[in-house]
C-alpha cells in the first residue's frame, strides 16, 4: 500500500515555467485540492505543507502566493492570518455591518469561529441585540 507521501505525489505534475505542482486528483466546488486521509477529506496543500515544512501555526490560513488554487507546491504557500490573506485577494475590510453600523471596538463583537476553521468573526452588537430582541418578543407572543 503507498505511503500518503507517494499517493500525494503520484497525483500532481510540476508546471515547468510557474513551478506550480498542479493536482489531478479530486478539486472541491472552490478549485482547491483535496484527498481523503482515514474518510475525512483534507486539503491537500496543507498536509503536503506540514509533511514538507512542518506544522502550520496555530490561527494562520495559508496563502496560494501564486494565486494558483490547485497548486500544491509548499514553497507556493506562505501561512498568513485571515486578514492578511483577504487583503492580498483583494478583499476590501468591512467597515460597516450589512445594517450600516459602524464597527467600532464598543460595536463589534469577536467570536471564535467553528473548530474546523482558524480565527474570528466579527458580529455588529446593536443588530445582535435587536435580533435578540426581535426573538424574546416572539417567543412571549406565542406563549400569550
Excluded at 22 to 36: C, E, P, S, T, V
Excluded at 126 to 137: A, H, L, M, P, V
Aim: aromatic share 12%; with cysteine.
Amino acid at each position: 500500500m503507498p505511503s500518503l507521501r507517494q499517493r500525494i505525489e503520484s497525483k500532481f505534475i510540476p508546471e515547468p515555467n510557474s513551478g506550480c505542482f498542479l493536482w489531478l486528483g479530486y478539486l472541491n466546488g472552490k478549485g482547491y485540492a483535496k484527498i481523503r486521509i482515514d474518510g475525512q477529506l483534507q486539503y491537500v496543500h496543507r498536509v503536503y505543507y506540514e509533511m514538507e515544512r512542518g506544522p502550520i501555526p496555530a490561527g494562520t490560513v495559508t496563502d496560494h502566493l501564486c494565486k494558483v488554487k490547485c497548486c500544491v507546491n509548499p514553497a507556493h504557500l506562505e501561512m498568513v492570518t485571515s486578514q492578511v490573506n483577504g487583503q492580498r485577494a483583494g478583499r476590501p475590510r468591512q467597515f460597516y455591518c450589512s445594517q450600516g453600523h459602524e464597527f467600532t471596538p464598543e460595536n463589534t463583537g469577536l467570536y471564535p469561529r467553528n473548530p474546523l476553521r482558524s480565527g474570528f468573526y466579527r458580529r455588529c452588537k446593536i443588530c445582535f441585540n435587536e435580533w435578540q430582541r426581535k426573538r424574546k418578543q416572539q417567543k412571549q407572543e406565542t406563549v400569550s
